[in-house]
């Protein structure tokens, strides 16, 4: 990947990311996009936006986020992270999202946050897998009815992520460049919460199973929800309803999302649940008696 990725300032490049975000999710009302005097005002104020550059000096890809607070705590709020289509799979948007991280850790910040839809499993790969961000708090329907080809069809529902930016298990992820990571077999042999089948060109799923009292389970979700969308509307609501009753529930009970298993030959992935008093899920990023991954 020869790309030049460096900090965006002024007029110029405020309005190269607000082309690259109609270009790359296709709105067609302005409220949706972010719009060049919000970056003035956010970047002065503690704002990262930083953004890749092929060898014309074109820009390709951005992230965003904005100076916010939790609980009292001084956050980075990942509010947009966007790549052309011809750089996706690249690299690019783990290269983007190691740049912010860079950015805030020098600023003084612990924790990123940003929100992403929990059936997209590419996505989901990135955020647990490859940069090692945990969950437990499901949205529904976040940011309403989307005038993007991407999202349009289903509730917005959204998993809100925390990136822990400095502890012992985000550092083991990005240390490993094929998001490899390290569990026991307890995680391999946890219960799946819902199973899924192939039926022509799509995954489908059965009843989900919400009786599950174990230290770690898992839930599949499909690939290609964003096609989903578009040519089987009814399929994706379903699946949104599905996942919804499930996330919702075993958050509820104490779990969160800790890993993101990639299964490509099943047409689909799962996420690995683990209660929070899971010596495997602690929040505050102590290190696990056997050097394992959350």
């Given amino acids: 990947m020869d790309l030049d990725i460096r900090d965006l300032h002024g007029l110029d490049d405020y309005r190269a990311v607000v082309r690259l975000e109609q270009e790359i999710w296709g709105y067609t009302d302005a409220g949706d996009i972010v719009t060049v005097p919000v970056f003035i005002i956010t970047v002065k104020r503690g704002g990262i936006l930083v953004g890749a550059f092929n060898d014309a000096q074109q820009l ?17 709020w990942s509010h947009m992270m966007g790549v052309l289509p011809e750089h996706r799979r690249s690299g690019l948007g783990r290269a983007l999202k190691l740049a912010q991280r860079d950015r805030a850790v020098v600023a003084g910040f612990d924790l990123m946050e940003w929100t992403f839809d929990p059936l997209q499993a590419l996505n989901a790969h990135l955020n647990f897998r490859r940069l090692g961000v945990v969950c437990h708090d499901y949205v529904r329907n976040l940011y309403g009815e989307s005038t993007s080809a991407l999202h349009r069809g289903t509730p917005t529902d959204r998993f809100v992520v925390q990136w822990l930016l400095r502890t012992p298990h985000v550092l083991r992820r990005l240390e490993r460049l094929d998001g490899w990571s390290v569990r026991d077999s307890g995680a391999a042999e946890a219960p799946c919460a819902n199973q899924t089948f192939e039926a022509g060109e799509w995954r489908r799923t059965g009843p989900g199973d919400l009786s599950l009292d174990t230290r770690r389970l898992w839930v599949e979700v499909p690939m290609g929800f964003t096609e989903m969308q578009q040519q089987a509307p009814e399929l994706a609501l379903e699946w949104r309803h599905h996942t919804r009753e499930l996330f919702e529930t075993y958050f509820g009970r104490g779990y969160r999302a800790v890993d993101f298993e990639l299964r490509r030959q099943n047409g689909g992935g799962r996420y690995l ?13 102590q290190a696990l008696p056997d050097g394992q991954d959350l």
């Fill in 60 to 76: 390709v890809g951005f992230a965003f986020s904005i100076v916010g607070l939790k609980d009292g705590r001084p956050t980075q």
């Fill in 273 to 285: 649940l683990a209660r929070e008093l899971d010596p495997v899920a602690l929040p505050d990023g």
